[in-house]
């Protein structure tokens, strides 16, 4: 008897063809074993309300009410029942087959872009390589996460830190996202600056200033388009385009030539000849998220996600001063609603 031949779907029929995102089938999965959203979106590292918002899309596809809700409990319906082995096959499929052409698995080393030592990320790394001690996490350095997503979606890097809402809305659908870190944002300075002695930076001391924040560099898109909101209506100017200095010597050297304060973070490496201080009057804050390819398997993303999640948790990462700033487009992003 011969073997069966697939055959691709007949389009010609005009008939509307109906295709069902992976994702929704996971988070129905985790919502029917913990049969509660609020641990459910724990397990899945995402916002309760993303995931309950999934999960009305997956009912609206299906045509049929999965789980009835009250306040105290969540029970699935016979649908709900009934989509659970089919959900389970569709997602051991999925898993296999992204296993066998990504070769993503614990002997594969996992490429991580931390952008440059010292900074929250490194730390991530570190406890993620406690944590899954027989994975090899390697670090990498690609100085920004506009450069890094392009990296990650053409298979050379595994994941990376930064601004998530920064990139275009097109690369951020073939990527996901965990938040880490509102982290402080500072200025550095020449060590004779004016404003060098002060304890911090207010934001409206910059008025009259050029500062430096990427702009024209390709791979740090995120972090110029950041600075220019934070800039706007401040009377603060961006400094325009130059050449990347790579490098600490380099770097001092333009700083010394130039003398533009430079937008950074609190954890900014030190550098000779310069100040580091922390902006306020609001308090302004880099978003930063952990990003990975959509569909990537390996226990270092496991690890990274969940060292992620223990250091926010035990340093206040997520929790926003008062006087925090950051953009709408933001919020909506750190929030799990875009």
């Given at each position: 008897?011969?073997?069966?031949?697939?055959?691709?779907?007949?389009?010609?029929?005009?008939?509307?063809?109906?295709?069902?995102?992976?994702?929704?089938?996971?988070?129905?999965?985790?919502?029917?074993?913990?049969?509660?959203?609020?641990?459910?979106?724990?397990?899945?590292?995402?916002?309760?309300?993303?995931?309950?918002?999934?999960?009305?899309?997956?009912?609206?596809?299906?045509?049929?009410?999965?789980?009835?809700?009250?306040?105290?409990?969540?029970?699935?319906?016979?649908?709900?029942?009934?989509?659970?082995?089919?959900?389970?096959?569709?997602?051991?499929?999925?898993?296999?087959?992204?296993?066998?052409?990504?070769?993503?698995?614990?002997?594969?080393?996992?490429?991580?872009?931390?952008?440059?030592?010292?900074?929250?990320?490194?730390?991530?790394?570190?406890?993620?390589?406690?944590?899954?001690?027989?994975?090899?996490?390697?670090?990498?350095?690609?100085?920004?996460?506009?450069?890094?997503?392009?990296?990650?979606?053409?298979?050379?890097?595994?994941?990376?830190?930064?601004?998530?809402?920064?990139?275009?809305?097109?690369?951020?659908?073939?990527?996901?996202?965990?938040?880490?870190?509102?982290e402080p944002m500072a200025v550095v300075l020449?060590?004779?600056?004016?404003?060098?002695?002060?304890?911090?930076?207010?934001?409206?001391?910059l008025a009259g200033e050029t500062v430096y924040?990427?702009?024209?560099?390709?791979?740090?898109?995120?972090?110029?388009?950041?600075?220019?909101?934070?800039?706007e209506g401040r009377g603060i100017a961006l400094?325009?385009?130059?050449?990347?200095?790579?490098?600490?010597?380099?770097?001092?050297?333009?700083?010394?030539?130039?003398?533009?304060?430079?937008?950074?973070?609190?954890?900014?490496?030190?550098?000779?000849?310069?100040?580091?201080?922390?902006?306020?009057?609001?308090?302004?804050?880099?978003?930063?998220?952990?990003?990975?390819?959509?569909?990537?398997?390996?226990?270092?993303?496991?690890?990274?996600?969940?060292?992620?999640?223990?250091?926010?948790?035990?340093?206040?990462?997520?929790?926003?001063?008062?006087?925090?700033?950051?953009?709408?487009?933001?919020?909506?992003?750190?929030?799990?609603?875009?």
């Amino acid at each position: 008897m011969p073997a069966p031949v697939y055959r691709s779907p007949d389009f010609s029929s005009g008939l509307p063809q109906r295709h069902l995102d992976p994702r929704l089938l996971r988070g129905f999965l985790v919502v029917a074993e913990e049969l509660h959203f609020t641990r459910a979106a724990a397990r899945l590292y995402v916002a309760q309300q993303a995931l309950s918002r999934d999960i009305r899309r997956l009912e609206r596809e299906l045509g049929a009410e999965l789980f009835v809700r009250t306040t105290r409990q969540v029970t699935p319906t016979a649908d709900g029942e009934r989509l659970v082995p089919y959900a389970r096959r569709v997602l051991e499929a999925q898993d296999a087959l992204l296993s066998a052409f990504a070769g993503d698995g614990p002997e594969r080393p996992l490429l991580v872009d931390v952008n440059s030592p010292g900074l929250v990320s490194g730390r991530v790394l570190d406890r993620a390589r406690a944590l899954a001690p027989d994975c090899e996490l390697m670090a990498r350095f690609e100085s920004g996460l506009t450069g890094a997503a392009g990296e990650i979606l053409a298979g050379r890097l595994d994941a990376s830190f930064g601004r998530f809402a920064g990139l275009d809305p097109a690369v951020r659908a073939r990527l996901e996202q965990q938040p880490v870190r509102y982290e402080p944002m500072a200025v550095v300075l020449p060590e004779d600056h004016h404003l060098a002695g002060l304890d911090a930076v207010p934001l409206d001391a910059l008025a009259g200033e050029t500062v430096y924040a990427g702009a024209g560099n390709p791979r740090t898109r995120e972090w110029t388009d950041l600075a220019l909101h934070l800039f706007e209506g401040r009377g603060i100017a961006l400094a325009p385009p130059a050449p990347v200095a790579v490098g600490a010597d380099e770097f001092r050297r333009v700083m010394a030539k130039k003398r533009n304060p430079v937008l950074a973070v609190v954890d900014f490496p030190a550098m000779s000849e310069t100040v580091r201080k922390p902006l306020v009057g609001p308090v302004p804050l880099s978003p930063v998220s952990l990003v990975w390819r959509k569909g990537l398997l390996h226990p270092g993303i496991d690890a990274l996600r969940r060292a992620a999640e223990e250091l926010a948790a035990e340093e206040g990462w997520l929790r926003r001063p008062a006087d925090g700033w950051i953009p709408a487009s933001d919020e909506l992003v750190m929030a799990g609603r875009d």
